[in-house]
């Protein structure tokens, strides 16, 4: 277990610390505990639903555009999906990053990047994004899908296009 160098825990075996305080940051545990306690079991219950439909939703919309991975028996995803990028990196030398680069672009913060699968993008709508604000994801996300097959088909380099680019911040912006 891991050990303190001021207050002794985890045994006469322990490792060095993995948190500067020994047992972690108990502070942050109320905010956990306020959501659980102000939603309660119906609104936990609704909140599950609500992420889950929004991910399957998501993850219909952009299959045509990207293969999402590990879909259960009946073709569905849970409260987050995988795109999987690896084929694209292999047609385009885009990967996984550089998309997560260019969503800034768009005013989005990137999501999760090559985990659990190295190459990929997870995805996870919360139950309190908007259909209009998942859409504009979607949106975005096929989009880049364009960018990176103007790449396959030879209408933009594969190491100078805006993709590859990302993210443009105000000042490359504004001095082009």
């Known amino acids: 277990l891991p050990g303190h160098p001021v207050v002794r825990t985890g045994g006469a075996k322990a490792i060095g610390p ?8 108990p502070s ?12 309660g079991p119906d609104g936990l219950t609704r909140a599950t639903q609500v992420a889950i439909l929004a991910a399957n939703y998501m993850a219909k919309r952009l299959e045509p555009h990207y293969p999402v991975l590990y879909r ?4 569905r995803v849970a ?6 990028l690896r084929p694209l990196k292999e047609r385009s030398g885009i990967d996984a990053i550089d998309v997560a ?19 990929t993008l997870m995805i996870e709508p919360t139950e309190s ?7 504009r ?5 096929i989009a ?3 960018e990176i097959e103007d790449v396959i088909e030879g209408r933009l380099p594969r190491d100078d296009n805006p993709v590859k680019q990302a993210p443009h911040t105000a000042a490359a912006v504004t001095a082009s």
């Not at 993995?18 to 940051?25: Q, T």
């Open 18 to 25: 993995v948190s500067a305080a020994p047992y972690g940051s």
């Open 28 to 39: 942050i545990l109320v905010i956990p505990w306020a959501y659980v306690a102000m939603m």
């Open 72 to 75: 259960g028996e009946r073709g």
């Open 79 to 84: 409260h987050e999906f995988i795109l999987d």
């Open 101 to 119: 680069k260019r969503l800034m672009d768009y005013g989005f913060h990137a999501p999760t990047v090559s985990f659990p699968v190295a190459g």
């Open 129 to 135: 994004e908007s259909k209009e604000e998942l859409d």
């Open 137 to 141: 994801l979607c949106d975005a996300l």
């Open 144 to 146: 880049i899908r364009g």
